[in-house]
């Protein structure tokens, strides 16, 4: 059964983007064509260029569709887990192995690429803004806290900062069982610092 | 007066890895060559190669001189300090705003260019280890904290991988008001989480 014409059409994309993460996690931004992309992505080099007039443009869905999956996968990673302090230590484990993979190292290259590279980061700044904002939230989300208390925000953006840091420590090496005693660390950290989630008091 | 001739060749050496610094920072790896470097520190290519046989020979070199400054800075920095707990803000200030200078974007770009170039991963890993071993040697004194109880050792290495990630946020836009949120914070999370040194028990 051929597929519907808008059917392929996603798929096209949804190969173009892989192979853009493959290619500027191996070869850096610098090696990277939008013609070696449609050859890796098995596309030709005319319906690359349809959907992706320029490689900036394959950037930005590539780090939104990375983006997208990666919370979709943590969102259902966490369905299983216990509510209230026992699930934090779980969840610590999920977001300081956010960005130990290849994306990471995709997403690397291109942060800084764009430290020398005008261009590429007026697309970038704006995106790793939204990124991060999607991180964050999914990150309060799935440790059940409240942010309108003092310091848990800060707590959230250093857990995902942390995170970073983690990712780039184990870029060239592999830092698991360091990374697994520093989860469990942080999880006692988090602990008593994040507030239960308030009850709704009765009377008042 | 001319410089004596060992004072001379220190001088070069410098200045070498000084420019070595900026041009990994500027072009990336793979845009450095000896020659550029040479040009960059106003030496004659033969006295850079005389210095620095091979490029690897100068990451080393940038590496540890970088090392050096730094922790030679802080130490400095922390003389004025009080002891106890009240210096925990400022030290954890210190450390937090490690990586977020010219130098991490220089190290950067060589942590992306070794993670596909096997002879810089085989420079940089044992000399990143050994940074890294000095970093958190410099954190431990500068806290004031007993790493023999259990979690300061992760705590601290903690503060240092956050620090990283700061690095990273803090590349491509300015990230400096967010970052003092984050460092007051932390204070607090490490304030009460690091035990106080021992105090010589008299009698036993």
């Not at 173009?16 to 850096?28: K, Q, R, S």
């Not at 704006?126 to 707590?155: M, S, T």
Request: net charge neutral; with cysteine; proline share 5%.
């Amino acid at each position: 059964m051929p597929e519907p014409r808008q059917e392929r059409s996603r798929t096209t994309r949804r190969k173009l983007i892989e192979a853009a993460v493959d290619c500027i996690g191996e070869v850096g931004w610098a090696g990277t064509t939008v013609a070696l992309i449609a050859q890796r992505a098995g596309v030709s080099r005319g319906a690359a260029q349809h959907h992706f007039p320029a490689r900036e443009d394959l950037v930005t869905a590539a780090v939104e569709y990375v983006g997208e999956v990666q919370i979709a996968e943590m969102r259902r990673g966490a369905e299983g887990l216990p509510s209230g302090r026992s699930r934090i230590e779980p969840v610590v484990d999920m977001l300081l192995n956010l960005y130990t993979g290849p994306m990471f190292r995709a997403a690397l290259h291109l942060w800084v690429a764009a430290s020398s590279d005008e261009s590429l980061r007026a697309v970038l700044v704006p995106l790793q803004a939204k990124v991060g904002r999607e991180a964050h939230r999914l990150a309060v989300d799935l440790l059940g806290v409240d942010e309108a208390r003092p310091g848990v925000r800060e707590l959230v953006q250093s857990t995902l900062d942390l995170a970073r840091g983690l990712g780039l420590a184990n870029l060239l090496a592999d830092d698991t069982s360091r990374r697994r005693r520093i989860i469990r660390q942080w999880a006692r950290v988090l602990g008593p610092a994040l507030p239960e989630p308030e009850v709704t008091a009765v009377g008042g």
